[in-house]
């Protein structure tokens, strides 16, 4: 049976930092608001020459020498994200061309919001399960900083950029241990951001108007700790396991309170909560990778560990991926 293993994980940040203390002058906000809401001290911001494309081809970059493989190795790419460099070709397709990849291979984005790399990764292990592929390279990518209304103090001081990436390769022994993705699209409209839109002024002439991000933080809370609650009861039942025996929970990493709230419900130590939102904020499809990079470079995430992945985001979208690391 043909199983898949992480094999290499990289990730990058903007050199740029946004401090709360930033943010203090151009919003009504203040650290310790942000800090008791949110558990985020600051948050990297892309510069002007940076795009989803480009940071994902640092972060592939770094996997790719981590896991001692080349480019042309890989024979699948897949970038979730929901802040591509354009509507077509896909960020997928930039990102084989930036590494040189010339062979014919497939390359795809899949956009499910914060929830866009457990997806893309569930998809991946779908295609090499069934032989079809043996090293495809995953990663998550976001400029959400650019999609941000920054007079709206509820949205724009959670986001931040960022890119990570996982390649997964076909192994004789099991990595990827079970995953299930859900989705429910009536909670549509509690985080969303729009397509662009074209909107008459006054004098009846067109205006491309930019899409800022929309968020009702308190149905996103309510409903995000009930959806990965439940995703985490149901795969350790699943595995017949108990929390005990996970080793690291990875969740998307949104809002320390959806963490600590899911931590108490289930009475599951924090401690066993990977978190990295007080330096990196909402990365959305690329918290999960930001965060697992972050944990294996430090030596806390060791071979052998189970770890099971969160995602939750717009759709809304959640899912769930139990790992052997």
């Known amino acids: 049976m043909i199983h898949s293993k992480i094999l290499g994980v990289g990730s990058y940040l903007p050199e740029k930092i946004l401090t709360n203390a930033d943010l203090e002058k151009i919003v009504n906000t203040t650290d310790e608001w942000i800090v008791e809401r949110t558990g985020i001290s600051e948050r990297r911001i892309a510069g002007e020459d940076e795009t989803s494309a480009t940071l994902g081809y640092k972060a592939a970059s770094q996997a790719l020498k981590k896991a001692e493989i080349s480019a042309n190795e890989i024979d699948m790419i897949i970038v979730a994200t929901c802040t591509s460099d354009r509507f077509f070709p896909s960020t ?4 084989q061309d930036k590494l040189s990849i010339n062979r014919n291979i497939p390359a795809f984005d899949i956009t499910a919001a914060c929830s866009g790399f457990v997806y893309a990764l569930v998809i991946a292990e779908q295609f090499i399960r069934g032989g079809i592929h043996k090293n495809i390279l995953v990663v998550g990518t976001e400029v959400l900083s650019r999609g941000l209304d920054w007079t709206d103090r509820n949205t724009c001081v959670l986001f931040g950029d960022g890119a ?6 076909a192994s004789s022994e099991p990595g990827i241990l079970s995953a ?9 409209e509690i985080l969303s951001l729009p397509s ?4 008459a002024t006054e004098n009846s002439q067109k205006q491309l108007l930019l899409p800022h991000l929309a968020m009702n933080g308190k149905e996103v809370f309510k409903l995000a700790s009930k959806f990965v609650e439940e995703a985490i009861v149901e795969t350790l039942a699943k595995n017949k396991l108990t929390h005990k025996d996970i080793d690291w929970i990875i969740p998307h990493q949104a809002n ?3 963490m600590y709230a899911i ?3 289930l009475n599951i130590s924090f401690d ?7 330096y990196h904020g909402n990365t959305s499809a690329a918290s999960i990778p930001l965060a697992l990079d972050q944990f294996i470079d430090e030596g806390k995430i060791k071979p052998g560990h189970l ?4 995602g939750f985001g717009g759709g809304m979208t959640w899912g769930s991926i139990l790992i052997k690391y």
Request: proline share 0%.
């Open 92 to 95: 997928a397709c930039l990102l």
């Open 164 to 169: 990570g990436a996982i390649i997964l390769q």
């Open 196 to 199: 662009f839109e074209i909107l």
């Open 272 to 278: 066993k909560f990977v978190s990295t939102i007080k």
């Open 256 to 258: 320390e309170r959806i």
């Open 263 to 265: 931590s108490k419900k």
């Open 307 to 310: 770890i099971l992945l969160e």
């Open 180 to 188: 299930d993705l859900y989705a429910q699209g009536k909670y549509k």
